[in-house]
């Protein structure tokens, strides 16, 4: 499914690394909208609704938002599409494959548009010298290489842009909250219904992180049937 991206002839527009909190705090924010309109309300949360689709493969996910309604950035002009009126196959791929996909256990591709064009950020999620601390390489792919330079500037305020919203509203939470957790006062997180995502990817890291050699051998092989099939 990933494959409908095409990334391979993509553009790589630009690339950086942040520190963040511990690796798995950190993905918590790739892994829901419900905090959406929360902790990024004075950035772009408010433009969001707090609920998504969740989708599950194995422990890989993808989060869309339940719209009837997609953007359509043709070369001319924007284009709100009505989903609900259009026949299955007249809903274009990008449509199909938007929103944020994560690779488990820690690459989140999320798609958008910016300054018109079409893009992702790639996230590589990796755990740093200690419990409490994590690296992130971010990759701004573009579908198309902006070229002139009022596009070459929307790309990079588009880009800038989520680097403050990661590094200072979702990093930045996820510091504290692995300071809280730290504490060993709460024994228990609990993830509510809102919160599939989060659901899905803990219960993945206990079953991974408690298995035996040969149990991970079994978990895996178990998945294999259904990739099989399709
Ligand atoms: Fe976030």
Do not use: C
Not at 12 to 38: C, E, I, M
Not at 44 to 59: I, L, V
Not at 109 to 121: D, K, N, V, W
Not at 162 to 190: C, F, N, P, W
Request: proline share 4%; hydrophobic share 40%.
């Amino acid at each position: 499914m990933l494959k409908a991206f095409e990334f391979d002839g993509w553009h790589l527009f630009s690339q950086r690394t942040l520190s963040g909190p511990n690796w798995k705090t950190a993905y918590d924010g790739y892994l829901d909208f419900y905090h959406l309109p929360v902790l990024h309300a004075n950035t772009f949360g408010s433009d969001f609704y707090n609920r998504a689709n969740y989708f599950a493969f194995g422990p890989h996910q993808r989060l869309s938002t339940p719209s009837r309604y997609a953007i359509k950035v043709s070369a001319a002009d924007d284009q709100k599409m009505d989903l609900a009126a259009m026949n299955d196959d007249e809903i274009p791929q990008e449509v199909l494959v938007q929103g944020v996909w994560t690779i488990f256990p820690h690459i989140s591709i999320a798609s958008f548009y910016g300054g018109g064009l079409r893009g992702a950020m790639i996230s590589q999620l990796f755990p740093g010298d200690k419990v409490g601390e994590s690296y992130t390489t971010q990759f701004y792919v573009m579908e198309h290489k902006p070229t002139d330079e009022a596009a070459i500037k929307a790309a990079h305020d588009q880009f800038d842009f989520l680097e403050i919203v990661v590094r200072d509203e979702d990093y930045k939470t996820g510091k504290r909250q692995h300071q809280a957790l730290q504490s060993g006062l709460m024994k228990d997180v609990l993830f509510g219904r809102n919160e599939r995502g989060g659901q899905v990817f803990h219960q993945w890291v206990d079953k991974l992180t408690n298995a035996s050699d040969a149990d991970l051998i079994e978990i895996f092989a178990a998945e294999q049937p259904s990739l099989a099939a399709e």
